[in-house]
């Protein structure tokens, strides 16, 4: 896992996740592909305690990008449009996944918060990514 403050995503997206423990990469990177087959994937950002679930590592390092966590503090002062039931009884915070792509991002949201085969999807644009077309919406 790498640092938020330490990293700066390429320009592209940064794909924020939501995910049940256990997860694997293949699941993960199908998922990732479905959602965004020809969108430039930036970086990777979740909730500190699913940033080092071995399946997410796996993932951001076959993509060849940073996996970001943000605690639960840093993500609840995130506005976001789609908040979720689950995640406010889970970590009692309205949403992981809306909030960590744009606190990972530089850019507004592109892709609001959708669920892909059991994973919480949402990202947010980084430098440039503006331009990026391809994004499954």
């Known amino acids: ?27 993960i990177l199908a998922v990732l592909d479905a959602a965004f087959p020809v969108g430039r994937i930036a970086c990777l950002a979740t909730i500190d305690r699913r940033a080092g679930e071995p399946g997410l590592c796996r993932a951001a390092e076959r993509l060849g990008v940073p996996l970001l966590g943000f605690d639960a503090a840093q993500l609840a002062n995130v506005q976001v449009p789609n908040s979720s039931s689950r995640v406010m009884e889970v970590f009692g915070i309205p949403g992981v996944a809306e909030a960590a792509a744009l606190l990972a991002g530089s850019g507004p949201l592109l892709v609001p918060r959708r669920v892909v085969s059991g994973v919480v999807i949402a990202a947010a644009a980084t430098r440039g990514a503006e331009e990026i077309t391809g994004v499954v919406g």
Do not use: D, Q, W, Y
């Open 1 to 27: 896992m790498t640092s938020p403050a330490t990293t700066t995503p390429a320009p592209g997206l940064a794909v924020g996740l939501g995910l049940r423990p256990g997860r694997p990469a293949e699941h």
